[in-house]
């Protein structure tokens, strides 16, 4: 079972490049997750999708979009990337809102 | 707002021995959810134990238990018996009826052979 699935696992990026992270999950699961992890601190929600053509905004969205076209993928966007962007990303999904997630390996982000 | 406050930055127990980590939350809602997610060095999460508000009854999984007290908006964790394997951070976490899950900042916990 592949379950969540991000690429890549490692980026470097200039400032004011844009990228995108990619996500995706094979559980049919509706809810979906963006997180940012910052040394040291916990985890904070960006943007969440409870389905298909369904977004909405997290925490900190600030500087990121986000799409969910299908089930399975919910890439992230950073548009003109910044210092304060460098973090780790973790993406998740849950079958519902209150059900546990589960979270793909992560993607370490420097913005340079 | 909702908040999760993690008192305890880094802690110590003696492998075999018990450890309590400590979380508190504050939500206005009356229906929600906490958990509890490792996190070892691998940087997976992963989920340890999910209370439902709504029950009083503590959760408990193998050697990892709650002490939810929902009057005092307090949700601990206590493992059993530590192992090796447990040490990690560990991250708790409170989600409201609105889908937004908030986590803590975190504990550290070191198992000491």
């Known amino acids: 079972n592949a379950g969540v699935t991000q690429t890549p696992k490692f980026r470097i990026l200039k400032i004011g490049q844009s990228m995108t992270l990619q996500c995706t999950q094979d559980?049919?699961?509706?809810?979906m997750y963006w997180y940012r992890q910052d040394p040291g601190m916990g985890l904070k929600l960006i943007y969440y999708?409870?389905?298909?053509?369904?977004?909405d905004k997290g925490e900190v969205p600030n500087g990121y979009n986000v799409s969910r076209s299908t089930t399975e993928d919910f890439p992230l966007r950073l548009e003109l990337a910044a210092p304060s962007q460098t973090s780790v990303y973790f993406c998740?999904?849950?079958?519902?809102?209150?059900?546990?997630?589960?979270f793909g390996d992560g993607t370490r982000l420097s913005i340079l | 707002a909702q908040t999760v406050t993690q008192s305890q930055p880094e802690m110590s127990v003696q492998e075999a021995e018990t450890v309590t980590l400590s979380c508190t939350y504050d939500?206005?809602?009356?229906?929600?959810?906490l958990f509890w997610y490792k996190q070892p060095p691998s940087r997976q999460m992963i989920l340890v134990i999910r209370?439902?508000?709504?029950?009083?009854q503590n959760a408990t999984e193998n050697r990892f238990s709650v002490n939810f007290q929902k009057a005092a908006k307090s949700f601990s964790l206590k493992i059993s018996d530590s192992q090796l394997g447990d040490a990690a951070m560990y991250f708790c976490?409170?989600?409201?009826?609105?889908?937004?899950?908030?986590f803590g900042k975190g504990t550290r916990l070191h198992i000491l052979p």
């Open positions: 559980m049919n699961h509706n809810y």
């Open positions: 939500t206005s809602e009356s229906d929600y959810y």
């Open positions: 999708s409870v389905g298909a053509g369904i977004t």
């Open positions: 998740a999904s849950s079958y519902s809102g209150n059900q546990p997630q589960h």
């Open positions: 209370q439902e508000a709504y029950k009083q």
């Open positions: 976490a409170s989600m409201n009826r609105d889908d937004k899950i908030i």
